[in-house]
């Protein structure tokens, strides 16, 4: 099934997206030097046919294209500062966590000061897309360097949208984390609202799921057990998109509102509403939001 691609990747996080978005490139052909701190991702890796390396700086020596998943910018900006010099001159780096706007332009300024290129590359999709290949790619960089990270992205995802210049693909993914965690949060009020009033989930459903309060989050995602048995409503909150991955992207949404001097007082509502949530439920979906706001509001349903 697979093709030999004669690029060498390095590919740096290999946790719950990253695995599995490098064991795609393998499966396509590439050759994958793969680095995680974590012996159990070393393993999975090695599982899944890629090289791994026990040194970042060694892994990048080697590749033609850097890829980097990781938990949040400071890291990748530390990451960065280890490997770049390490890198054979115009190596490509892309980096797909989800970071802010800021370090992104500053990830990809230490790039290129340091004679390589670079792309912020984030992604929509969840574990199940990376698992699947299907992720959807916001890209910010220059045309060039777009071009070149298509192939590979293509591999990883079912949809790549070059969005603009350095920090413009992490624009689009905080835009678009910020419109998930309101609508979430507006959806779970209005569900127990709909209990107060004697409205059952399937009629809620029923309606809202054609009328103009329909969203993603009902009919893709439905926070109550039911209407849309894959949602991890239907699974105790099993993650799905952890609430601490959503209190993160909306304390990166509310900076970005402060630092542009947008007037965005429901992004910075929703973040203070997800912070407050994340300090008991870190682990569980974001969906669980709505558990939250009916124990506020004195309700007794499960
Ligand atoms: P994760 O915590 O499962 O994986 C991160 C990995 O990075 C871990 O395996 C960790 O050991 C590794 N790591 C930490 N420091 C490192 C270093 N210095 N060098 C190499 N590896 C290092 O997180 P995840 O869920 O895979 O998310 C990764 C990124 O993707 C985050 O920025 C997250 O916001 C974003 N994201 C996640 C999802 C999701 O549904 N999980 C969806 C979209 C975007």
Redesign the pocket.
């Known amino acids: 099934m697979s093709t030999t691609v004669s690029k060498k990747v390095a590919f ?8 599995p978005m490098a064991a795609n490139l393998v499966k396509a052909g590439y050759e994958v030097l793969a ?4 012996p159990a ?1 070393q393993d999975q890796a090695r599982e899944d046919g890629a090289t791994v390396v026990h040194d ?1 700086a060694r892994a990048v020596a080697d590749a033609d294209v850097v890829i ?5 910018g400071r ?1 990748v900006l ?2 960065y500062g ?1 490997i770049l010099s390490a890198a054979a001159p115009g190596t490509l780096f892309v980096d ?4 802010d706007v800021a370090d992104a332009k500053a990830a990809a300024e230490l790039a290129a000061a340091a004679g390589h290129r670079a792309v912020d590359a ?6 199940a ?2 698992a699947a290949g299907t ?1 959807t790619f916001m890209v910010g960089g220059a045309e060039a360097d777009f071009a070149d990270a298509l192939p590979l992205l293509e591999v990883m995802g079912g949809k790549v949208v070059h969005c603009g210049g350095a920090g413009v693909g992490q624009a689009a ?1 905080v835009c678009n984390n910020m419109i998930l965690g309101i609508s979430m949060i507006g959806l779970s009020e209005a569900i127990v609202l709909g209990e107060k009033l004697g409205l059952s989930h399937d009629k809620f459903f029923d309606v809202v799921s054609t009328a103009s309060g329909q969203s993603w989050a009902l009919t893709s995602y439905c926070p109550v057990p039911g209407p849309v048995p894959t949602s991890p409503a239907n699974n105790d909150y099993q ?4 609430t601490a ?1 959503m209190s ?2 909306l304390g990166l949404a509310a900076g970005a509102l402060a630092a542009n001097g947008v007037d965005g007082q429901i992004g910075q509502l929703a973040a203070q509403i997800y912070s407050r949530f994340n300090q008991d439920e870190a682990g569980k979906d974001f969906s669980a939001i709505v558990t939250d706001i009916r124990k506020r509001s004195g309700g007794e349903r499960e």
Do not use: E, Q
Request: glycine share 18%.
């Open positions: 740096l996080g290999l946790g719950h997206m990253g695995g680095f995680d701190p974590v991702a970042a980097t998943m990781l938990p949040n890291i530390d990451v280890d797909c966590s989800t970071i984030p992604v929509s999709g969840g574990v897309g990376a992720l993914k993650p799905g998109f952890a991955l993160k992207d």
